[in-house]
Every structure is written in structure tokens, then in C-alpha cells.
């Protein structure tokens, strides 16, 4: 077994990359300097946690259909806490929120090691509270998603089935959804009515019991488009981002590619809204 000191200079990368094993922290160093706000006065300085991917080479299936937004990366701590982001969230293509592999401190313009917590932390970009940050992180792992859902061709879903690990598991077609509370978002022209995804999941029919900040969602649509939205992501304590499943645009019912719409307001481009959405699936990560 390594010392603890080595541990917390770097961490196994393993996984869907082409390029897997050790990432030190004279390897994160190499990569393009990124900051991001702390407490107080403070500010971490560190590797992208996308840059580190991206060196790596990402290994996507050209034949699926935007593939990366079908996988996640599993963060695991030296403790064995667990936490997961899309894909989708960390590419600067789509949600641009690329996550940090800290190595420093920065206090009025000097740096330090990091105080207290480890060589290296892994942490969430633009989160509210620090829920997604890994202290000694020993493994980050890329996987496609467990979804077994299969493409339907033309089939034009009139009902949203959600499964997996959700303590009340269920179907909700139009009129299902209506009797949950509506709320509104506004993407670019386009104004959305519908439910929270957040609300859906965890209110509504119940997270499975474990680490939520572990776990990851995926959307598909009859048409075979798929898209992982990390629970960390649409945690109001966390990342709490506004996803929707959508009944509704611009005052008519979302009718022409079925009946509801995953809609991810934040993101750079709409590769995450999933028309046609027939399906949601929810697990817990697995390296």
C-alpha cells in the first residue's frame, strides 16, 4: 500500500480514456492554470477538471448519437465518498462548467499549498455549497451510463416512465405531470412550462437511500438521444440547476416530438433537451 503522502499527490484516471493511470500533480501543473473563488478572501488555483479528461482522450462511439452526453465521471475519495458529473455538464461545448483539480491557495495573489484538506482536491464549478468537493481523491473513472432503454424509430412517446433507484417508481403522462407544480423557464426566444426534474425525483418519488451526490439520471427519447444529468447538478444545495421536464413552450403543448421535453436551461447548446422524452432511469455510479 502507497503512504498517504503519495496518495495525495495524484490519483489513478481510469476508464473510458485512451490514455489511463496516475495523474501527479506535476502533470496537473503542466496543464493551463485555472481559478476559481473560495472562502473569503481565497481562491483555489488548479488544473480544469475537463483539461485533465480531454488530455486524456475521451473515447466516444462516433455512431451514437452525441455519445458524450451519455457519460459520467465518478470522483472517488481516498474515504470512498463518491461523486459524480456528467459529461454534459463539463464540457465547455455544452454547460461549461468544467470542475477544478486544486493543487493551490490563493491569497491576494499567493499561492500555497492547500490548507488542511489534502496535496489535491476535486471540486464542482459554480456549486452552492461545497456537497461535490473530494478531499484525496484516489480515482476519477469515465463510463457510459447503465440506461438499457432502447430506441424506439418513430414511435412518439405519450408518457414519461421513471426508474431505477427511486424509492417510488412510475409512469407520468400529461396529465400527470400538470398535477405537479408547474414552474417556468426561459431559454433563449423560447419560454418553458413544466416540472422540476429536481422536484420529480426527489419529492415526488423519493431518492434511493445512499450518497445522492453519487448518483446520475439518464433521459432518453423514443428516437434513441440520451443525456446524463448528474443529481449533484440539479441539487438546490449544489449545483441547483433549473432542468425541466417540459409540457410547454411559448403557451401550446409540446406536441410535435411527443409530449414532454428534458430541458437544460443553462447549457451553451440544447443537445440536453430530449425530445420525445420517454424515459428516465436513475442509478447510482459505479467505477
Known sequence: MQPALQRSEQFILGGDVDRSGPVTLSQLRALPASRQAASGAHAQVGASLWSVLDRAGLQ???????????????VTGSDGRKVVFSLGE??????NRQGLVAYADAVDGVLSPLPDKGLLQIRATGDLQDGRLVAWPARVDVRSSASTVPEQGDVVSNAVRVSGAVRRP???????????????RTVGADTYVGVSLWHLLNT????????????????????GQKAVVSIG????????QSVLVAYQVNGVPIDVDGFARL?????????????????????????
Open 204 to 223: 415526488t418519488l423519493g431518492l434511493a437511500a445512499g450518497q445522492p451526490l453519487g448518483m446520475y439520471v439518464v433521459a432518453s427519447g423514443s428516437d
Open 170 to 184: 412510475g409512469t407520468f403522462d400529461l396529465a400527470a405531470l400538470k398535477a405537479l407544480p408547474a414552474v417556468t
Open 90 to 95: 463539463l464540457s465547455p461545448h455544452f454547460g
Open 60 to 74: 466516444i462511439d462516433a455512431s451514437r448519437r452525441n455519445d458524450l452526453l451519455n457519460r459520467y465521471v465518478l
Open 263 to 287: 430541458v437544460v436551461p443553462n447549457d451553451a447548446r440544447k443537445s440536453r433537451h430530449v425530445s420525445s422524452l420517454m424515459a428516465l432511469e436513475m442509478f447510482v455510479a459505479r467505477p
Open 233 to 240: 447538478e440539479i441539487d438546490p444545495a449544489a449545483g441547483n
